[in-house]
């Protein structure tokens, strides 16, 4: 890696900017300390979630709540909490490593009662509570004393989340505003004791307020029967003229959606630290089972077939991880930057995630699909025992199949990703429009000179998708111009590009920062040639769906000759097969995730 | 009161353990290492006892080993110890319980503890003399398989199992060595502001080789995976011969008739 210092300190700039460039995040880098509290929670996970997960699952209030109170005298509720609230404040990291970790428990019920009260149960009072409120109500947050939830999902507004009907009228007086409406899936609705409860000031101003369980008129309707996480409480609540002292309303009238999004901007990346710890807790069960079952006279582990899964969830998994931490580090180095004596601390908290959107969307998008992946191959692994609900792969695949869809959808979070791009490039944030003069150039440039060192192909191929992507958004944006999101099925082909451009970018600059010889550090770039080989293959495929989108099934002579030219550039000569053979003989050989 | 707690770093059980080429070893680099189960009781036991004691107990966390261990200490000052001694095992001492006491020893010597805690046995080796050898080299009272203790100003109470199922109460006097037996408390987890206050605990780093000179009485000479072999026996004769003599070796020889 060098120590150039990066030029530019937006969003998005990975797709302008050069591999290892600058200095990313990775699990390599953590402190002492993270890894500390990662040992500490994965000891909690394992001793105290892991033997009582079937009982969770059978919907016991009183023991998750009995298990947040333990995690919150170990501090695990106060991460994100003002020491003078009686949290601890640590990094971002921190946060993430405690969600991830947990997943050692092997229940989803239970880490979703824990992100809701550690993420957008609180994080809203926080991040925009007056100091009165955050003293009442902080201090028995972080210590489970009372249990939270967010209730922002209507029955007729989901993704449409600002369309939302409740409303809140002020009372004659003064002194109160009176709720009344719906609101459906609220997690935690059914046990929390105070709700960030979303509603129109006036019918058209959309705004929150923290609304506590005993008020009048708040009604919690039954219970949801759900596919997964049944261990959760998921209710409606019922408003009907709920008076809500004027004191109580968060933020200003009408910001209800700059709570809403920083929440789930927040969230976003945490799900997808959670998918990650579940994936790897997972491929573990997976491993276990290959190595134990025994067919045609050996271990399956040993056919070549199951080693291909095996080595396909462990890349999948090492570049979710490559890609999760970096987005983390990114956003925890903007804030770094900020003031924290600054009273608007919070709100430019806020602004620097947002900067990361793209990053953050994309962590949430790779890191549900990757846990999505990741049980779907259990489940083939363990074969007719894969569907049979006292072994370990048939709850994790209905508890993961939501994270596709809650926290922003993730054809939402699509949209979000080429979005934000769109408005970059116009906005010219990004220097997109000199990068996209360069490609000819750099097409016609000597490969060798260009790339060095021990991943040179990897980083040609990569380099060279990067110029693809570019190619395809400018024939795009040229087509389209800003009505570019409305053709979505093509705004999802670009996420898609970026996407795993980010990923690669990720995992090959995680890599570089490897200096040792050791056989884990060997794997890891096994694990950059295979999925820079993959993701080459896949940029292509979705380059040439969506070049002949836009130029309506006929590809215009030079259009044809340029996408032959990345072609050459982006087909290293790698045998797939045969490193995927190498890394599952190493998996197993460390009994599951070894990095 | 001040405690020295002995925490020993041993090879997670579930970490696959490969011998190395040099025949003597293990190869470290597939290996994740953690604090040995029954000292985590120790420290625990420890902990407990500064709780009721109060502030001025001191709790003094000492391992010997490779560098490695520092992270095993860490721990101990996360949880609660006071201050920690790291010796570094440049002898290569760690299989003989003899050589490793006489080390702890030397470093206790000077440190005037009231009690030394130790787990019952290691993991790994499983020997489960290094406690009450090093209460023997300190001319402290001992005593093993601890499963309560109320300790006193000038003495400590305490239980312990004997054979069968048979627990005993005495009392011995202090300064005494206790091996601390598996399941007597509720081991803690370090806190997150543990952890973040170890960081200013002090570890002193010590080599053993500068502590004791004298000669270890027991060194690994070679370790193995224990070997499978299979061996057919075919009995001749008549049928009748051959019942008689596979009916003997049932009997005599694989005893199970």
């Known amino acids: ?595 | 009161m001040r405690i020295a707690v002995l925490q020993k770093q041993v090879p997670d059980r579930e970490s696959p353990l490969r011998v190395s080429d040099d025949g003597r070893h293990f190869d470290e680099q597939q290996v994740s290492f953690k604090l040995n189960e029954s000292d985590a009781y120790a420290i625990e036991e420890a902990l407990q006892i500064k709780d009721r004691l109060g502030a001025e107990t001191e709790i003094i966390a000492l391992g010997l080993g490779p560098e490695r261990i520092e992270k095993t200490l860490r721990e101990a000052l996360a949880r609660g110890a006071d201050r920690a001694i790291r010796v570094l095992d440049d002898r290569e001492l760690a299989t003989d319980p003899y050589a490793v006491a006489n080390v702890f020893a030397a470093v206790l010597k000077d440190q005037a503890c009231d009690l030394v805690l130790s787990g019952l046995q290691s993991d790994d080796l499983g020997m489960g003399q290094t406690g009450i050898l090093l209460g023997e080299l300190l001319g402290m009272a001992t005593a093993s398989l601890v499963i309560a203790t109320e300790p006193g100003t000038t003495s400590i109470r305490l239980k312990h199992e004997l054979e069968g199922g048979w627990y005993q109460w005495l009392t011995i006097p202090l300064p005494a060595s206790l091996s601390i037996q598996t399941g007597i408390n509720q081991p803690r987890y370090p806190t997150i502001k543990g952890i973040m206050g170890a960081k200013r605990k002090q570890i002193e780093v010590l080599n053993a080789s500068a502590l004791w000179s004298g000669e270890p009485l027991q060194t690994c000479q070679r370790l193995y995976v224990p070997q499978k072999t299979k061996h057919t026996e075919m009995i001749e004769g008549t049928s009748d011969q051959a019942a008689a003599q596979l009916v003997e070796i049932l009997k005599t020889g694989i005893k199970v008739l």
Not at chain 1, 234 to 245: A, K, N, Y
Not at chain 1, 270 to 285: H, I, N, P, Q, R
Not at chain 1, 501 to 530: E, F, H, N
Not at chain 1, 562 to 572: A, G, K, S, T, Y
Request: net charge negative; aromatic share 8%.
């Open chain 1, 1 to 595: 890696m060098n120590d150039t210092p990066a030029q530019l300190t937006t969003g998005g700039r990975f797709l302008v900017e050069p591999v290892g460039c600058e200095n990313v995040l990775t699990r390599e880098c953590f402190s002492e300390e993270h890894r500390e509290i990662e040992g500490m929670v994965r000891d909690f996970a394992s001793e105290r979630v892991y033997p009582l997960r079937d009982e969770i699952e059978k919907f016991d209030k009183d023991l998750c709540v009995k298990l947040l109170r333990e995690m919150a005298e170990l501090g695990l509720l106060g991460i994100d909490i003002p020491e003078a609230y009686g949290g601890l404040e640590l990094d971002k990291v921190t946060s993430a490593i405690v969600v991830e970790s947990l997943a050692r428990g092997y229940s989803a019920s239970f880490t979703v009662i824990f992100s809701v009260q550690t993420g957008i149960g609180s994080l809203p009072i926080v991040w925009f509570g007056t100091p009165e409120q955050k003293e009442k109500y902080l201090p028995r947050l972080v210590s489970a004393e009372w249990i939270s939830a967010y209730s922002l999902t209507e029955a007729s507004s989901g993704s449409d989340a600002l369309a939302a009907k409740t409303r809140a009228d002020l009372s004659e007086d003064g002194k109160s505003y009176i709720l009344n409406g719906e609101k459906m899936f609220t997690t935690n609705g059914g046990w929390a004791d105070v709700y960030t409860i979303f509603a129109q000031v006036d019918g058209r101003h959309f705004s929150a307020f923290i609304v506590e369980r005993d008020s009048a008129g708040l009604e919690v309707g039954p219970e949801e029967k759900k596919m997964g996480v049944k261990g959760s409480s998921t209710t409606p609540i019922t408003l009907t003229d709920v008076r809500v002292p004027a004191e109580n309303l968060l933020y200003e009238i009408g910001k209800g959606a700059t709570i809403a999004f920083n929440a789930l901007n927040l969230g976003r990346f945490k799900l997808a630290a959670a998918d990650l710890g579940g994936s790897k807790t997972v491929l573990e069960e997976a491993v276990k089972y290959a190595r134990d079952r025994r067919q045609f006279g050996q271990a399956i582990a040993a056919f070549d077939v199951i080693k291909g899964k095996i080595a396909d969830m462990t890349v999948r998994i090492y570049t979710a991880d490559s890609m999760i931490y970096r987005t983390i580090g990114l956003i925890q180095e903007a804030t770094d930057r900020l003031d924290k004596d600054d009273p608007l601390y919070y709100i430019h908290m806020g602004e620097a995630t947002e900067e990361y959107a793209i990053e953050a969307s994309m962590a949430k998008v790779y890191g549900s699909e990757t846990l999505g992946m990741v049980t779907d191959h259990g489940i083939q692994i363990l074969g007719g025992y894969g569907f049979i609900e006292e072994f370990p792969m048939a709850r994790p695949y209905r508890d993961t199949r939501i994270d596709r869809i809650w926290e922003g959808s993730n054809e939402i979070n699509r949209q979000i990703i080429t979005g934000y791009m769109i408005k970059k490039a116009l906005l010219e944030e990004l220097p997109i429009r000199t990068a996209i003069r360069d490609i000819d150039a750099f097409l016609e440039s000597d490969v060798e000179q260009a790339f060095s060192g021990a991943q040179a192909n990897e980083e040609c191929a990569i380099e060279t998708g990067k110029r693809l992507a570019l190619h395809v958004f400018h024939a795009a944006l040229n087509e389209f111009g800003q009505d570019l999101r409305h053709e979505q099925q093509l705004t999802e082909i670009l996420a898609d590009m970026f996407t795993y451009l980010y990923v690669a970018d990720s995992t090959l600059s995680r890599v570089q920062c490897l200096q040792g010889d050791a056989p884990v550090d060997k794997m890891a770039a096994t694990i950059a040639r295979i999925h820079s080989a993959e993701v080459s293959i896949r940029l292509l495929n979705l380059a040439l769906t969506g070049l002949h989108a836009i130029f309506h099934g006929k590809l215009p002579p030079d259009t044809a000759d340029h996408l032959r030219r990345f072609q050459r550039r982006m087909l290293p000569e790698t045998d797939i097969i045969q490193l995927k053979r190498a890394l599952a003989d190493y998996v197993y050989s460390r009994n599951g995730y070894p990095f």
